[in-house]
């Protein structure tokens, strides 16, 4: 099973992705984080390197969410959530929801990435 997801433009014909739910963290990810083909394009490569184990993780900060990936996977996270929640919850509350994290096998995210890819550059 893959992660369901279609792009589309918002009121202003700006780029916007919407990921189904479980994944809806990515959509602000592709949407304001991943915005540009250059961006695409360069996260695919680290792709590769990963696959062919020359890599075995990266990160990248954003301005809203985090994105980490591995051999295995890929996973986003906003990056207010240990901030916002660290001094107000118990002990032991799992403060993670599917708007604030998301994470998908590598290959899922690899086709999502190319398909945005293939969006951003034919929009």
């Not at 963290?25 to 915005?35: K, L, R, V």
């Not at 403060?95 to 086709?111: I, M, R, S, T, V």
């Amino acid at each position: 099973m893959g992660v369901e997801y279609e792009f589309t433009f918002d009121q202003y014909e700006q780029p916007l992705a919407r990921f189904d739910m479980g994944s809806e963290a990515f959509s602000p990810w592709f949407t304001d984080e991943c915005n540009t083909p250059l961006k695409a394009k360069q996260l695919l490569e680290v792709i590769t390197q990963l696959e062919q184990k020359q890599r075995q993780a990266f990160t990248l900060i954003g301005t809203e969410y985090k994105l980490s990936i591995n051999q295995q996977g890929a996973e986003v996270s906003a990056l207010n959530l240990e901030d916002e929640f660290s001094d107000e919850l118990p002990e032991g509350t799992n403060p993670y929801d599917a708007e604030l994290q998301a994470g998908c096998g590598l290959e899922d995210f690899k086709e999502a990435l190319t398909s945005w890819l293939a969006f951003l550059t034919n929009h």
